[in-house]
């Protein structure tokens, strides 16, 4: 199979670079600048469960697709999903399937509208990962979980080919029968972690330690109540587990959106956090000094409008 990986970033990079260097047949998608980058100095990925070097590194500009791929990865940042799914179009044939490893859901209305649910799989990843100036891609943990599935539950041939091709890749690929449930759980807690660390500037272990626990408890449970309501409430297992990092003392974790933050990039926050209070209920809408959802949101839009203030 062919896969083209959307983005040599810090996920696509990360990713690519293992299904690359276990002889897969992988070619990204990429910007002519980082294009240049990769002729260069190769694909550099630094990582505790073993690094990468890879010198040739097969990449096309979107122009330059002239026939299908029968995957496509995407690990775009969803603020590029738009100008992404124009470049796709000749990458895009009849049995071609899509895995978007993008945070949250809107991206899988986009994909859907512009593609058709029939090509599009739900997948979602659980790494802790930084792309350098320099282009080296840094793995921070010793997780690397990509899971992916059809969100009806029912496995094609061709879904089954994908698992196969997954499989032994140097990471950690499972096929889900229930990849929504998933990838809502996922959104809690990346919503939670992006959310207060963003808000206070500060890691889990600094938040604790000033007696902030209570605050990343109740944007759990706000998170949480918004994906009870669509129909996928954190089960008790993943809820514990969620918890117990997103509490933990002395901890260092941080979100890759306080990184965005800190460099002066832009973020993702309309994506994680904002498509999350748009999907609340009214009924269970918080007056605004008890949602720490919105406060978090607000802070990042403010954050936002100063930059482009900024910039102008």
Request: aromatic fraction near 6%; charge should be negative; include cysteine.
């Amino acid at each position: 199979m062919r896969i083209l990986i959307v983005g040599a970033g810090a996920v696509g990079g990360y990713f690519g670079g293992r299904l690359l260097a276990a002889g897969r047949d992988v070619t990204f998608l990429v910007r002519a600048a980082r294009g240049r980058q990769l002729d260069e100095q190769g694909l550099q990925v630094r990582s505790p469960l073993g690094d990468i070097s890879l010198a040739k590194v097969p990449w096309v500009l979107a122009t330059d697709i002239d026939r299908p791929f029968d995957l496509i990865i995407l690990s775009c940042k969803a603020g590029q999903l738009q100008a992404v799914m124009d470049d796709l179009a000749t990458a895009t044939g009849p049995t071609t399937l899509i895995l978007p490893l993008l945070n949250g859901m809107r991206h899988l209305d986009l994909l859907d509208e512009r593609f058709g649910a029939s090509h599009v799989l739900g997948g979602k990843c659980f790494v802790s990962l930084d792309k350098r100036d320099d282009g080296t891609i840094v793995h921070f943990n010793e997780r690397d979980d990509l899971s992916f599935g059809t969100r009806s539950g029912q496995d094609s041939a061709c879904v089954q080919a994908v698992a196969q091709l997954l499989d032994n890749a140097g990471f950690a690929a499972q096929l889900s029968p229930d990849i929504t449930q998933e990838m809502w759980e996922k959104w809690t807690f990346i919503a939670t972690g992006a959310g207060i660390t963003c808000l206070m500037r500060a890691s889990v272990g600094d938040i604790v330690a000033a007696g902030g626990e209570d605050l990343i408890c109740d944007l759990f449970e706000e998170c949480s109540a918004i994906a009870r309501q669509a129909g996928y409430p954190p089960r008790e297992p993943v809820r514990e587990a969620f918890l117990q990092v997103l509490t933990q003392p002395g901890s260092a974790l941080t979100a890759s959106m306080l990184r965005d933050v800190e460099r002066g990039d832009a973020t993702e926050a309309e994506h994680a956090l904002g498509d999350l209070l748009r999907r609340r209920l009214p009924e269970e809408v918080e007056t605004p000094d008890r949602s720490v959802l919105r406060l978090a949101y607000t802070h990042l839009r403010a954050y936002a409008a100063r930059r482009a203030r900024e910039q102008q």
